[in-house]
């Protein structure tokens, strides 16, 4: 049995071949035969409930237990059956490859026209009168508390990639400190002249700026001016 099992179909698949085949198809008869019953995981076994608890089922090491909550239904059939307990009202089945499905779905049957009896009547044992009645332990049969262990995992590479380039990126910045601190030479960086600005240098020089212009034009005037003068004097 396993308590930590939190739903049918989960507890099914912990079972070995043999016992999971075995159980599954009771468990599949109490479901077409009992319309509306609801099914649960409690205590370690499978409970199934139409408006309380109905039947209950067990898979053991070398037998299957069925619980009913109505016994006077168990004792009903009881001569029909092998491993009947009319006092605690289950049936073990010992041999899981021949199970009686054909009685068992009386008992189902009849179990939920009793159960309709007891409701109309307000006469509904309870979950604790049933678990007496079983001899369950409610403690015992209670599942341990889960243990979480949270795994531990290692850094991603893109974060192990990442402290690393940072480490070498502080150990250029700690050389750099240091050879400026001992006065190593700094590299030389080359300016580059645009060619617009070359080019706008050339035609400066090729081209006299308008003052030089005007300055030659008034020398060549007083030059004539001066030579008409002279001549005349003669």
């Avoid at 468990?27 to 309380?52: K, N, Q, T």
């Amino acid at each position: 049995m396993n308590p930590t099992a939190s739903t049918v179909g989960a507890y099914l698949r912990d079972l070995p071949p043999d016992r999971r085949v075995a159980m599954a198809r009771l468990c599949s008869m109490i479901r077409r035969s009992a319309r509306g019953v609801r099914e649960s995981m409690r205590y370690g076994l499978a409970f199934y409930e139409l408006d309380g608890p109905l039947f209950a089922l067990e898979s053991a090491r070398r037998h299957m237990s069925l619980y009913v909550a109505e016994k006077d239904v168990v004792l009903k059939h009881k001569d029909a059956l092998q491993g009947v307990n009319a006092n605690k009202s289950f049936i073990k089945f010992s041999d899981l490859n021949r199970l009686p499905l054909d009685v068992v779905e009386k008992i189902v049957r009849d179990s939920v026209a009793a159960r309709r009896q007891r409701l109309a009547q307000g006469t509904v044992p309870t979950q604790a009168e049933l678990l007496k009645l079983w001899g369950i332990n409610e403690e015992a049969a209670a599942p341990p508390a889960t243990t979480v262990k949270l795994p531990t995992t290692k850094p991603a590479a893109s974060m192990t990639d990442a402290i690393n380039a940072m480490a070498t990126s502080v150990r250029d910045a700690m050389i750099a400190a240091i050879d400026i601190a001992t006065g190593a030479p700094a590299p030389k960086v080359k300016s580059v002249r645009k060619p617009a600005a070359q080019a706008s240098a050339r035609a400066a020089k090729r081209t006299p700026s308008r003052a030089s212009t005007r300055t030659t034009a008034r020398s060549s005037t007083a030059k004539k001016a001066s030579a008409k003068k002279a001549a005349r004097r003669r």
